[in-house]
């Protein structure tokens, strides 16, 4: 495969986990209306399973499968735990305090723990001027995005702790995730995660079932969660990591902001600003520059054939 074919690759997959992503804030706002935390993360769990499951059983047969995925239990339970279970709930906990916009940005906070972590403990990934360019430069985005502090005083600040939290926990996963790739597939990988997931949440879902008949706007939401935005999701995340590494797939959450809001004008007719505008191009660029589909160039010396 060229370079071209490569790049026009990646950012096929990028996007389209972006717009699969950049929805789930929206839903994940409608479903804690009705669900306690870990009740919905759950139920988003038993959703995705039945589709990586049934992928899997298509591909590999069923014997094959269970094989695959008994190989698959430990990186399975690690990746369910810090993949899945943790950051869904703390993400879903942190929308009840906070707008599914400041959800978004707050979770573009990935790529720095990525970078922070890729130093350390994948240092086969080079970390170029470019890539760190694109990161500060996302972030200055990021920040203009985000604008004033998010209103609903310290519960508001929780809430936003607790998705930039979940982003540190997406990118240990995300370097985790990378280096089994190169022992296991990504659906296997991705079945295993979301088995796992669903029995870690398990005991605490129990103990926050919802009193009341849930309405059937938090039921779809999570449904819609589930198939697309965590098992269709799961699939593309990992082809991800296994073609392009944790740095470059880390860069999808800085698209996740400008398309929840782009959801957010749609959908529900709020208003998009010059703020917004400004900040989605610069995060816009800091992803190019990140990914190396824009490249810094030296400035060559007079006399020197650039």
């Known amino acids: 495969m060229d370079s071209l074919s490569r790049m026009r690759g990646y950012v096929t997959l990028l996007l389209l986990l ?4 950049g929805a789930s804030y929206l839903f994940i706002k409608v479903g804690v209306r009705d669900f306690e935390p870990t009740a919905f993360v759950e139920l988003r769990l038993l959703f995705a399973a ?13 014997r094959g499968a269970f094989r695959d995925l008994r190989d698959a239990a430990v990186p399975g339970l690690v990746l369910g735990t810090v993949n899945a ?9 942190g929308e009840k305090h906070v707008d599914s916009g400041v959800a978004a940005i707050a979770n573009a906070s990935v790529p720095l723990f990525n970078f922070v972590l890729v130093m350390r403990f994948a240092p086969e990934e080079r970390v170029g001027r470019g890539r760190l360019a694109g990161l500060l430069i996302g972030i200055v985005g990021i920040g203009i995005l985000a604008g004033v502090h998010p209103s609903g005083g310290w519960w508001a600040v929780a809430g936003t702790l607790a998705v930039v939290l979940a982003s540190f926990a997406y990118a240990v996963g995300g370097i985790y995730g990378q280096k089994q790739t190169a022992h296991r597939t990504g659906p296997v990988l991705a079945a295993a995660t979301i088995v796992a997931g669903a029995l870690v949440t398990l005991p605490f879902a129990l103990l926050q079932l919802p009193s009341h008949a849930p309405g059937w706007k938090p039921v779809a939401s999570a449904a819609a969660l589930g198939i697309a935005g965590t098992g269709i999701a799961q699939l593309l995340l990992f082809r991800l990591l296994r073609l392009y590494g944790s740095a470059r797939t880390s860069l999808v959450t800085f698209l996740l902001p400008p398309i929840a809001l782009f959801y957010g004008v749609v959908l529900l007719g709020e ?29 060559a010396p007079v006399g020197e054939t650039p």
Request: charged share 5%.
């Open 85 to 93: 279970a943790v950051p869904f709930a703390l993400i879903a906990w």
């Open 50 to 62: 039945p589709v990586l499951l049934g992928f899997l059983f298509m591909r590999s047969g069923v």
């Open 18 to 21: 972006s717009g699969v992503w």
């Open 271 to 299: 208003p998009l600003t010059a703020q917004a505008v400004g900040g989605m191009m610069l995060i816009l660029l800091g992803v190019a520059l990140g990914s190396g589909l824009v490249r810094l160039t030296r400035a």
